[in-house]
């Protein structure tokens, strides 16, 4: 993307970086490691950006998106965000989905599938009911890896400190693949690389 000037501006993978950093810092708090940045698609500037916070504030409903949107709307004055992207590490849960509409985003970007907890492709697919009145462009961030190996590397400890066994790969996991067959846009032909998340918790 250029902006008028013709100068190279900030791309999806740079937003995406930050969003990932965030991830990292929340699971360095032992929080679950989602990162969200909320973008000003004219101007490139970053209006918002939040890890998760649920442990920190005790407050189920912090996740990084719902921060993020927060955080803008209140510096704005308004409750609502049109002409805004928003990146995410994780496919938003179906709070964060209502969020997204509510707010008007014009555009999601998400990295890694969540097959158990989300609600974009997976779950309850939100943005395709007739009960959702405002529809974001959803894309998929091409490069999931590093989101999902954050997530994994986040559980796979706390699985272990648990007293269970190593988890299956995720393809053997029994929800893993259901989940990810019942998707039927091209954009799901994608591995269900984050189904370790816990979806009450991500
Ligand atoms: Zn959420």
Request: neutral net charge; aromatic residues 4%.
């Amino acid at each position: 993307m250029d902006d008028a000037t013709g100068q190279p501006t900030t791309t999806d993978a740079q937003y995406m970086a930050r969003a990932l950093d965030l991830a990292s810092q929340a699971a360095a708090r032992g929080e679950v490691p989602v990162g969200a940045v909320l973008v000003d698609r004219s101007s490139g500037r970053i209006l918002a950006e939040a890890g998760n916070e649920t442990e920190a504030a005790a407050d189920p409903t912090a996740h990084a998106e719902m921060l993020a949107i927060r955080r803008a709307a209140a510096a704005s004055g308004r409750p609502r965000l049109p002409g805004t992207t928003l990146y995410v590490t994780l496919e938003p849960c179906t709070q964060c989905a209502g969020a997204i509409s509510f707010a008007r985003i014009d555009r999601l970007v998400f990295a890694a599938v969540d097959p158990k907890g989300g609600a974009v492709v997976s779950g309850v697919r939100f943005f395709e009911q007739p009960t959702c009145h405002h529809r974001p462009v959803v894309e998929r961030f091409d490069d999931a890896g590093r989101a999902a190996e954050l997530l994994r590397g986040f559980f796979r400890p706390r699985r272990r400190r648990a007293g269970g066994d190593d988890p299956p790969p995720d393809d053997a996991r029994p929800g893993a693949r259901p989940a990810a067959r019942s998707v039927t846009t091209s954009q799901l032909a994608l591995p269900a690389e984050a189904s370790a998340a816990d979806p009450s918790s991500a």
